[in-house]
T-cell receptor, first 114, second 110 residues
């Protein structure tokens, strides 16, 4: 079982460049999330989705866009990368939030913006 | 979702029980307590959750006080591989979001 897969795992960008992080899950989960984690800090929610075609803002959405065109994929985009977006990004998924379920996390994508 | 307070760090001897406290004094009736851990910058891993009764699984036990304002995660026989950051999270029954705080860095010493 692949679970939650993030690509790429590492990326270095220059300020102003754009990129997309892909999260794919094979568990038929309704909910998907993007978090970022800065050194020595907990995870902060960027955006999330409660189903195909839906997205919602989390705690720190500025500078990011997301899309959920297919149920199994959740894309996180940076249109114009800034050094403040240097972080480790984690994707997670879970079954419907109306049930008490756990989140399943990917292994993270480490992004450096120079 | 209610806010949680955890100690920044704790130490535990290998083979001993590790007791990690969490304060959630503003928890409401429809909010569950979840525990996750994160080992060395890997993706967080679910441990256990509960509402008001004590819970136990193969990884840990969760003790929730009667007033539900605090809880304790117990790792009965800590090993070196249990060294991690442990997050206590409160989440509504129908909530779609999981909000992580700073967590507790548990270090298990040989």
């Amino acid at each position: 079982n692949a679970g939650v897969t993030q690509t790429p795992k590492f990326r270095v960008l220059k300020t102003g460049q754009s990129m997309t992080l892909l999260c794919a899950q094979d568990m038929n989960h309704e909910y998907m999330y993007w978090y970022r984690q800065d050194p020595g800090m907990g995870l902060r929610l960027i955006h999330y989705s409660v189903g195909e075609g839906t997205t919602a803002k989390g705690e720190v959405p500025d500078g990011y866009n997301v899309s959920r065109l297919k149920k199994q994929n959740f894309l996180l985009g940076l249109e114009s990368a800034a050094p403040s977006q240097t972080s480790v990004y984690f994707c997670a998924s879970s079954p419907s939030g109306t049930l008490i379920r756990e989140l399943f996390f990917g292994e993270g994508s480490r992004l450096t913006v120079l | 979702d209610a806010k949680t307070t955890q100690p920044t760090s704790m130490d535990c001897a290998e083979g001993r029980a590790a007791n990690l406290p969490c304060n959630h004094s503003t928890i409401s009736g429809n909010e569950y307590v979840y525990w996750y851990r994160q080992i060395h910058s890997q993706g967080p891993q679910y441990i256990i959750h509960g509402l008001k009764n004590n819970e136990t699984n193969e990884m840990a036990s969760l003790i929730i006080t009667e007033d539900r304002k605090s809880s304790t995660l117990i790792l009965p026989h800590a090993t070196l591989r249990d060294t991690a950051v442990y997050y206590c999270i409160v989440r509504r029954t129908s909530g779609s979001r999981l909000t992580f705080g700073e967590g507790t860095q548990l270090t298990v010493n040989p």
